[in-house]
């Protein structure tokens, strides 16, 4: 199965809300990246977290990781309308490449 | 700073023909290079890794002969859909990265190819 897996699927928040997302994967990991999707485009790197870390901010982003249970969540707090796209998780072991988990697609209505 | 770049940003050809995508590091050298794919609503999948000048590295499943990748300099990774069918349509997404640090990968536009 595949590895960085997200949960939901799908997420339909008012703005002002807060948004989190999960990701659950399989094997080691050196570190963990959120990455944003606007239909079409291409990958916005949000935040990077390191297999040692527990907690990442980033303005109005929050990664936590815990490895005992190799899952990750992304908050995303005071929801804008903006944030409207879909967040993929993506590891990486002990070689270079990222894997990529299926996906949220995160709607914020106005 | 990372900047990549990825030309054309859309392309359409008819099927049997072959096409050309190109992915530019455009302030760094890129030691190497990753070719991703990904179909509507889905997630990236890796293709293929290439490391300038040596031959790339294809992940499982994914046809070589018909994907092929040169990366002739620290800059410049180019993918050829050869003998496209309607099924090669997808997006195709290049990433760079410095293989030190963390590894990061800075990610290109995307090329979204039409095959008719």
């Known amino acids: 199965s595949q590895q960085g897996e997200e949960d939901p699927q799908a997420l339909s928040i008012q703005e002002g809300e807060n948004a989190t997302m999960n990701c659950s994967y399989k094997?080691?990991?050196?570190?963990l990246q959120w990455y944003r999707q606007n239909s079409g485009r291409g990958l916005v790197h949000l935040i990077l977290?390191?297999?040692?870390?527990r907690e990442k901010h980033s303005g109005r982003l929050r990664v936590t990781l815990d490895t005992s249970k190799k899952s990750s969540s992304l908050l995303i707090t005071a929801s804008r309308a903006a944030d409207t796209a879909s967040y993929f998780c993506?590891?990486?072991?002990?070689?270079?490449?990222?894997?990529f988990g299926k996906g949220t697609l995160l709607t914020v209505n106005p | 700073g990372a900047v990549v770049s990825q030309h054309p940003s859309r392309v359409i050809c008819k099927s049997g023909t072959s096409v050309k995508i190109e992915c530019r590091s455009l302030?760094?050298?890129?030691?190497?290079m990753f070719w991703y794919r990904q179909f509507p609503k889905q997630s990236l999948m890796l293709m293929a890794t290439?490391?300038?000048?040596?031959?790339?590295?294809?992940e499982q499943g994914v046809e070589k002969d018909k994907f092929l990748i040169n990366h002739a300099s620290l800059t410049l990774s180019t993918l050829t859909v050869t003998s496209a069918h309607p099924e090669d349509s997808s997006f195709y997404i290049c990433?760079?990265?410095?293989?030190?640090?963390?590894?990061?990968?800075?990610f290109g536009p995307g090329t979204r190819l039409t095959v008719t």
């Open positions: 990433s760079a990265g410095r293989l030190a640090g963390t590894y990061e990968q800075y």
């Open positions: 290439s490391n300038e000048g040596s031959k790339a590295t294809y």
């Open positions: 094997t080691s990991i050196n570190n």
């Open positions: 993506a590891t990486r072991g002990s070689n270079y490449k990222l894997t």
């Open positions: 302030d760094f050298q890129a030691t190497t």
């Open positions: 977290i390191r297999s040692n870390e």
